[in-house]
């Protein structure tokens, strides 16, 4: 059997090391796991297909903020999470029903049909990154039903 240096593989362990160093650095920077600059690399780079990805993805962002939460946990008093647990508790139920479904649609599309989902994804995502943070901004770019 060959190893992946060996067939050309680009999935190497300093070049995997070096790009999660990255991604946790530029997701920590703006409070998210990372998996929006993860699920690039995992496709393009690594050559994962897109569902493998996908999963690899969602694995790691777990484990990403499991392992934050203890030294985030200081940062917000306690206080104000348990002022606004109906609004965490909808957002918990929302996303875990939508990866749920999200997840099942995942595995049913075609692979070139997911390749175009996750493309047109990131793109809202870059869109919102770079157009919705203004500094001196008084309100949110999305409110209300978006």
């Not at 392992?67 to 929302?94: E, H, M």
């Not at 070139?112 to 870059?126: N, Q, R, S």
């Not at 919102?128 to 978006?146: I, K, N, Q, R, Y």
């Amino acid at each position: 059997m060959q190893t992946d240096a060996e067939n050309g593989d680009q999935r190497s362990l300093p070049g995997s090391f070096s790009s999660g160093a990255v991604i946790g650095t530029l997701g920590g920077l703006i409070g998210l796991g990372g998996a929006e600059f993860r699920l690039p690399l995992l496709i393009g780079v690594f050559r994962f297909a897109a569902l493998e990805a996908v999963i690899l993805n969602k694995a790691m962002s777990l484990v990403v903020v499991a392992t934050a939460l203890p030294f985030r946990a200081g940062t917000v008093p306690f206080g104000v999470i348990a002022d606004n647990w109906p609004i965490l508790l909808n957002l918990l139920i929302g996303s875990l029903a939508g990866a749920w479904f999200g997840a099942g649609w995942a595995t049913r599309l075609r692979s070139e049909t997911l390749y175009k989902v996750i493309a047109i994804m990131l793109v809202l995502i870059a869109t919102v990154l770079v157009f919705g943070h203004d500094v001196t901004a008084e309100e949110a770019m999305l409110s209300g039903a978006p």
